[in-house]
Each structure stands twice: as C-alpha cells, then as structure tokens.
C-alpha cells in the first residue's frame, strides 16, 4: 500500500500563486513516475503535468505551471503561476511505483485531492 499527501491547495486571485505539495510513503521499490491531474465541476479529469526521466505538461498550463520532484523525501510539487480563473480545480496527486526489484510490474495511486480555487 501506497499513501498520498496532498498539500497548498486555497483561494488565491487571478494572476497569482501557489505551491502544491505531494509525499508519498509505504512499500515500494521505485517511483516510476509523479504526476498532477485536476478535475472542475462538470468536467472530466485531466493530465496537468508529469514527470519520469523529464516532464510534460498539458498545453493549458504550458509555461505557468513547473512540476519538480524531490527524490529523497518522495514528493512532487506542482508551483501553479498566472493562475486563471478556469484553474479552479480539485487538484490530485498520482503516482506509478514499482513493488519489487525483480519485477517491472507497476502500481498506481491517488492522492484524495485538494481544491484550488482562482477567484477575484
């Protein structure tokens, strides 16, 4: 079993800020892969941005949005700049592992989400 941590998620204004955070802990070997979705109301969700050996990022946030990684402490942040009012969101966290070193079977969790909300 895997955990997620989800943090930084709030209110911020059009034009401005923030920060989200993501730890993971539990058995695993290796992480394969880190990456954000979001889903607005009535919508259905969506690759923000991913990061393996490099990243990628959905063509909304291209140039806005960095996600970066921390190996040592297992968590992938997701700095969210110019934010738009059409970056309202539940923001989550997912990630890829591999259990065991003789085996490339992967595993997939989810954070529980953590709301941002872009709003004058």
């Known amino acids: 079993q895997v955990q997620l941590v989800e943090s930084g998620g709030g209110l911020v204004q059009p034009g401005g800020s923030l920060r989200l955070s993501c730890a993971a802990s539990?058995?695993?070997?290796?992480?394969?892969?880190m990456a954000w979705y979001r889903q607005a109301p009535g919508k259905e969700r969506e690759l923000v941005a991913v990061?393996?050996?490099?990243?990628r990022y959905a063509d909304s946030v291209k140039g806005r949005f960095t996600i970066s990684r921390d190996n040592a402490k297992n968590t992938v942040h997701l700095q969210m700049n110019s934010l738009k009012p059409e970056d309202t969101a539940v923001y989550y966290c997912?990630?890829?592992?591999?259990?065991?070193?003789?085996?490339?079977?992967?595993?997939?969790?989810w954070g529980q989400g953590t709301q941002v909300t872009v709003s004058s």
């Open positions: 997912n990630v890829v592992v591999g259990k065991f070193s003789w085996s490339n079977n992967v595993y997939e969790y």
């Open positions: 539990g058995s695993f070997f290796s992480i394969n892969a």
């Open positions: 990061i393996t050996s490099s990243t």
